[in-house]
């Protein structure tokens, strides 16, 4: 990665997705590692179609991302992952730090988000939850 001075602005063309440890596609556009983001990610994520992360939680950041392709996409949250909501194109999702989630596909068409977080790395302080993964069907 060649690090961007601070002083000046960029163009970050597109990136190479790669699979997250939590099972999403991401195509970082700014991070840490792009541009030497300090505070801040923005990028795109992928939950192909019948696909799902895997569960864990961002330990010291929020998220937010706006759902740009997909419908019937779960959002699974809470300490046991009890609470469920479902998203389509056009709808925003917000997930605390620290907030037990899991995200599934149930559509047929790849669910894509662009999504923010206050954490310029890419996988920074996930901490994966294996022990809730059976509790989302």
Request: hydrophobic residues 40%; contains cysteine.
């Amino acid at each position: 990665m060649e690090t961007v001075e601070s002083n000046i602005a960029c163009v970050v063309h597109g990136s190479q997705p790669y699979r997250s440890r939590q099972g999403s596609l991401y195509t970082p556009a700014i991070s840490a590692e792009t541009v030497g983001a300090q505070r801040l990610f923005f990028g795109i994520v992928t939950i192909p179609a019948g696909e799902r992360t895997k569960a864990h939680v961002h330990e010291f950041h929020e998220s937010a991302f706006y759902v740009l392709s997909g419908e019937n996409i779960e959002l699974w949250s809470g300490d046991e992952l009890q609470h469920r909501e479902l998203a389509r194109a056009g709808d925003y999702l917000y997930i605390p730090a620290n907030v037990p989630h899991v995200a599934v596909n149930r559509g047929t068409k790849n669910a894509v988000f662009v999504g923010a977080r206050n954490e310029a790395t890419a996988q920074e302080s996930v901490v994966m939850r294996p022990e809730l993964d059976r509790r989302v069907p």
